[in-house]
């Protein structure tokens, strides 16, 4: 079965640093979502995006952070300049077209580390 | 607000046993639900889910999940724990026509002892 796949599994960068991280979605699915999840709290819902635009967003995605789909495959997470409190868990997810319930199907997460 | 709670934060179970994992939820309507599961190194997969119709629903792994709107819960159970389902649990909400991200618990870990 195909699997959401995000790359790297780990990154450790240097505050202030930009960061990029990189989800490839299941071949056909059309929305596409970041989540993260600071060590032993929430799963907390970023970004959405549809349509080559985002569709919704939280409190936390303000200017620091950037989603794009550069080549039509890849979806990216940029933050611009990391800081301490960015470190966490970063899952990709991707909804099927179709399902009623909007299904999302998660990918195995980047763990990023701010020093 | 809309909230999600998972009250346990760890669970141990001998194998063999039954096992009950709970869910509140603090909505106006009745949101769409559903369980994950995430085993270390591993994303989130979907266990269940729940959308209408029968409060008892069926899952993967021998899973199932009852909705009870009076209590506003979604509890996972499974009959008999296998040590392979030692992991980490999110129940997980989303509210229909107010977007499709979703909103979860804190996580539920689960221990399997021998």
């Known amino acids: 079965e195909p699997e959401v796949t995000q790359t790297p599994s780990h990154q450790v960068t240097q505050m202030g640093q930009e960061v990029i991280l990189r989800c490839v979605p299941i071949?056909?699915?059309?929305?596409f979502y970041w989540y993260r999840q600071i060590l032993g709290q929430k799963v907390e819902f970023l970004v959405s995006?549809?349509?080559?635009?985002?569709?919704?967003k939280s409190e936390i995605f303000d200017d620091q952070f950037s989603v794009e789909r550069p080549d039509g495959s890849n979806f990216t997470l940029k933050i611009r300049s990391t800081k301490l409190e960015d470190s966490a868990m970063y899952f990709c997810?991707?909804?099927?077209?179709?399902?009623?319930?909007?299904?999302?199907?998660f990918g195995p997460g980047t763990r990023l580390t701010v020093t | 607000a809309q909230s999600v709670t998972q009250p346990d934060i760890h669970i141990t179970v001998s194998e063999g046993a039954s096992l009950e994992l709970r869910c509140n939820y603090s909505?106006?309507?009745?949101?769409?639900l559903f369980w994950y599961v995430q085993s270390p190194g591993q994303g989130l997969q979907l266990l269940l889910k729940?959308?209408?119709?029968?409060?008892l629903v069926q899952g993967i792994k021998g899973f199932e999940a009852e909705f009870k709107r009076s209590q506003s819960s979604f509890n996972l159970r499974k009959p008999s724990v296998h040590w392979s389902d030692a992991a980490e649990y999110f129940c997980?909400?989303?509210?229909?026509?107010?977007?499709?991200?979703?909103?979860f618990g804190k996580g539920t870990t689960l221990s399997v002892s021998s």
């Open positions: 997810a991707t909804i099927r077209p179709g399902t009623a319930v909007y299904e999302q199907y």
């Open positions: 071949s056909n699915h059309l929305y």
């Open positions: 995006f549809y349509n080559n635009e985002i569709s919704e």
């Open positions: 909505y106006g309507a009745t949101p769409y």
């Open positions: 729940y959308f209408s119709g029968d409060t």
């Open positions: 997980a909400a989303r509210i229909y026509q107010a977007g499709t991200a979703l909103i």
